[in-house]
């Protein structure tokens, strides 16, 4: 028979409430877990079937709901529990996590009827939450003063560079600096959007159409460029934002990070061209003197060379990818080293150690 149990998972003593970003992790981490049991060990070597699962990730835990095929009621409450119980102790980023209860609430049909129900309001709610942020993100209508005024306002914000790394002098310089501190917001706002985008149509990149900003990325990896790593790359791109805030500059640690700082400067460059307070000819040169000193190497601008896919490929270009993912491996430039620190240092935010 079929059974609907519904389980709740709290997290170690101490964690008083959960962010936004947090729960996204935990959420994430769960469905990797959970997606790879097919089944467990029942009563007599019966095998309970998992048949689906559905993860609500609140403030102060989690609630799983597991459908089994299994003999009993009891059978099914002990198989759910044996399944949580294993997921958490082989998860590094689920330790101290413990179940509190799991038991049987509603059968496996009813469980069915609400889980469709509830994805179609969700796609719906996520929908209206990218229109909603699209709508927002519109930057207000300001004339060219207003912009001098604005980003000048914003210059002092780069502590961790003085101003003359733009290779200019004055006022230049100043909305130098500014455009890249608004840069910051923007880019921002766009990986938010991109991410629901995304996470919307449960797709990459290279499925989905009118990004904003993620389809600047090499497209050799699109189809590694889903939901889950746009919120690792909302994280390093932060750091780097942070970093211009510091009084010492820290270079990009990592590809991630080098790529977040890219699109920082591509977005001040646009910004000044848009505003007509710097022409891209000129910006070119300021930003260039600039990246001269903020980037510890460009070793990362080889990734927009590579001119094919690289996933599973046909028997003919299977080869030739191998070739190419070697190659980078070697260098840290494959996907997978993405967030892992060049420099060999400590300090991964935890949600990046799971990508």
């Known amino acids: 028979m079929d059974y609907a149990v519904t389980a709740e998972l709290e997290p170690p003593t101490g964690v008083v409430e959960f962010d936004p970003l947090q729960k996204e992790g935990i959420a994430a981490v769960l469905d990797r877990q959970l997606a790879l049991v097919e089944g467990v060990s029942g009563p007599g070597d019966t095998e309970i079937d998992v048949l689906d699962y559905r993860i609500t990730v609140h403030a102060t835990g989690a609630n799983v709901v597991l459908a089994l095929e299994a003999p009993s009621l009891l059978a099914a409450e002990d198989a759910a529990a044996s399944v949580l119980d294993e997921l958490i102790s082989e998860s590094e980023a689920l330790v101290g996590w413990s179940v509190a209860h799991s038991e049987v609430r509603i059968t496996e049909d009813e469980f069915n009827e609400r889980l469709a129900a509830a994805d179609v309001d969700t796609d719906g709610e996520l929908e209206a939450a990218v229109e909603e942020a699209l709508e927002a993100g519109v930057e207000p209508t300001m004339d060219l003063e207003h912009w001098r005024a ?175 993912e070697t190659d980078l491996h070697a260098r840290g430039l494959a996907f997978d080293q993405w967030f892992t620190p060049r420099d060999g240092g400590p300090g991964v935010h935890p949600y990046l150690g799971i990508i």
Not at 195 to 206: I, R
């Open 150 to 324: 604005h980003l000048t306002g914003l210059a002092p914000q780069l502590r961790a560079f003085d101003l003359d790394v733009f290779s200019i002098a004055g006022q230049p310089a100043a909305l130098a600096a500014g455009a890249l501190i608004h840069a910051v917001r923007v880019v921002t706002d766009e990986v938010f959007y991109d991410e629901l985008a995304l996470a919307v149509n449960n797709a990459s990149v290279a499925d989905v159409e009118g990004l904003l900003v993620l389809e600047e990325l090499p497209t050799c990896y699109d189809h590694r460029y889903d939901a889950f790593f746009a919120r690792a790359f909302l994280l390093a791109s932060a750091a780097v934002a942070v970093r211009f805030t510091e009084p010492g500059w820290t270079p990009p640690r990592s590809v991630a990070e080098a790529f977040a700082l890219q699109l920082f400067i591509n977005e001040a460059r646009v910004l000044l061209e848009a505003a007509e307070l710097m022409t891209w000819e000129d910006s070119e040169q300021v930003f260039a003197a600039f990246a001269g000193r903020a980037f510890a190497d460009t070793e990362y601008e080889e990734l927009y060379e590579v001119d094919l896919p690289l996933t599973d490929a046909e028997p003919e270009r299977a080869e030739r990818v191998a070739k190419v």
